[in-house]
């Protein structure tokens, strides 16, 4: 049949220059496709005579297979280059300097609570978490602080909205830690040990107040508790968190309606030059509340007050924050300046623990 060498060389060479998949998939359809040459030059067979088919036919075969086998070719070194461009365009160069980290700090409250559960953890003690959202009863009643009791005034509690008509007692947001208690009775039964660090709530503004603060309750609840296990616990933590060696405590006694006896703690400090110190000096510096859990309390708790007893303490944790890195207005904490920020923040990756030092 004429024409089929000019018409190899013509595909054959067609399919060597095409410069990419497009240009290859042009010259396929031309070729190859259904309505390509080859394809005409099958439907051309049916006119022949039976020994000019026998001929041509094999031939027009072979060709169309050669050109398939072209394509193909050629289409698998298309995508080899494509490949080598792309490789040697989106490249990373390995060797470059690394860019520095974004310089985010950790907050003051965040890395105190770290250390103080670092120093509790250490003796033994596991933290509990109790709702900010929490029942009069819980952040209350249950601490024997009954409803006609001054503590609830003093407190300055924020109260949740109830329905009109609906007569149970509005949930209030927490005034202190001390419900964590409550509910760790209820739910682990004696004896505990246990830190509740947490958020609380009481409607106060000014240097050294604001309407969310923080703190962290203690407990710890067993058959042979005393005050002795409570001077210890809090005395080691003291010299852990101030990280000084000699802390001197004095404990003055308080009343709180969830515990009996009360105490105040003071610890033993200087404030020579502006500067505080602790451990030396004649000043006294209150840091937080404690005593023997009251027997009313351990019974709401569903504890047996003629099988165990317990210790208690409560601390304000932005106060010993702002003690131990020389914070003057608590207000600060929370405006998110972040010049503040970088100047007290801590370094993300130091994470306190006793071994490495706390503070570092
Ligand atoms: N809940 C008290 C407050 O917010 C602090 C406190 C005092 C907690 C004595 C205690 C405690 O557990 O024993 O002022």
Known sequence: MDGLDALRAKYIAGVAAASDEAALEDIRLQAVGKKGEIAL???ELGQMSPEERQAVGPVLNALKDEINSALAGKKAA???????????????????????????TIHPISQVTEEVTAIFAD???????????ESDWHN??????????PARGEMDTFYMHRAEGDERPPHVLRTHTSPVQIRSML????????????RVYRADYDQTH??????????????????ANLKWVLEEFVRAYFEVDNVELRFRASHFPFTEPSAEVDIRCSWAGGQLKVGEGDDWLEILGSGMV????????GIDPNKYQGFAFGMGIDRIAMLKYGIPDLRAFFDSDLRWLRNYGFASLDQPNLHGGLSR
């Open 123 to 133: 003796m033994g003690f596991a933290v509990a978490e109790g709702p900010q959202i």
């Open 187 to 198: 739910k682990q039964g004696a004896p505990i040990r246990v830190i509740c660090p947490g």
């Open 41 to 43: 030059k099958m439907r």
């Open 210 to 227: 604001t309407p969310m603060f923080h703190q962290v309750e203690g407990l710890a609840i067993d058959t042979d508790i005393s005050m």
């Open 294 to 301: 009251h027997p009313k309390v351990l019974q709401a708790g």
């Open 78 to 104: 298309l995508s080899d280059a494509a490949l080598n461009e792309r490789l040697r365009t989106e490249w990373l160069d390995v060797t470059l300097p690394g860019r520095p980290r974004p310089n985010g």
């Open 140 to 149: 209350f009643d249950a601490l024997n602080i009954p409803g006609h009791h």
